[in-house]
């Protein structure tokens, strides 16, 4: 199956800093998707971006799904910003299964 | 418009028991998928329904079973429990050609 590899595994920043998660996965996709897990555990949809560049605030996401990478940028982080990452991604567009990378716990100190 | 929905919150079972975890999709969509994380990992996949049948399936055992009601909501039973099925139960909902929405899970404890 495809394999979903996401980086660095932890960062910490200061409020107002910016930063940049990486995913890698080892298969073409039709599927890609970003989410924010809350701290109470609820998944919450960033980005479905199977290639190209959406931006939505000031969070905004590239996927180059020839060379199988995807990146989400964060700019001006907020403590609200704080929690993990994940990046999931499914070989099938829409309703297939997607497979979750281990994802990348974001602390930002006030 | 209510997002996707699960019960109970919490659960607390000891090992051998029986559970049934419950979710109702968001408004317009008809496929439900159940998926498992464990502390510390990304979530993985259990199965999928649509049209009230399974229509994929990840490796999970078949201790691990569901269904789909004609409403489109659906119940994931897990039988025999394991200390390590504790963990958290998360259903997501879609429609076809649109991207899956996610509710706030079901948190279980084997003890």
């Known amino acids: 199956g495809i394999q979903v590899e996401q980086s660095p595994p932890d960062l910490i920043l200061q409020e107002g800093a910016n930063s940049t998660l990486r995913c890698n996965f080892s298969?073409?996709?039709?599927?890609l998707q970003w989410f924010h897990q809350n701290p109470w555990g609820q998944l919450i949809n960033l980005f479905y971006?199977?290639?190209g560049t959406k931006q939505n605030g000031r969070l905004s996401a590239t996927t180059v799904a020839t060379e199988r990478y995807s990146l989400l940028y964060i700019s001006s982080s907020q403590t609200t910003d704080s929690g993990v990452y994940f990046c999931?991604?499914?070989?099938?567009?829409?309703?297939?299964?997607?497979?979750f990378g281990t994802g990348t716990r974001l602390t930002i100190i006030p | 418009d209510a997002g996707v929905t699960q019960s109970p919150t919490h659960l607390i079972k000891t090992r051998g028991q029986q559970v049934t975890l419950r979710c109702s999709p968001k408004?317009?969509?008809?496929?439900v998928s159940w998926y498992q994380q464990a502390l510390g990992q990304g979530p993985q996949f259990i199965f999928q329904?649509?049209?009230?049948?399974?229509?994929q399936r990840g490796n999970f055992p078949d201790r691990f079973s569901g269904h789909q009601f004609p409403n489109y909501s659906s119940e994931l039973n897990v039988n025999a429990l394991l200390l390590g099925d504790s963990a958290l139960y998360l259903c997501?909902?879609?429609?076809?050609?649109?991207?899956?929405?996610f509710g706030p899970g079901t948190r279980l404890t084997v003890l």
């Open positions: 997501a909902s879609s429609s076809p050609g649109n991207t899956q929405y």
């Open positions: 298969d073409s996709v039709n599927n």
């Open positions: 971006i199977p290639s």
């Open positions: 999931a991604v499914g070989a099938n567009f829409g309703n297939e299964k997607l497979t």
């Open positions: 408004s317009g969509h008809d496929t």
């Open positions: 329904y649509y049209e009230e049948e399974e229509r």
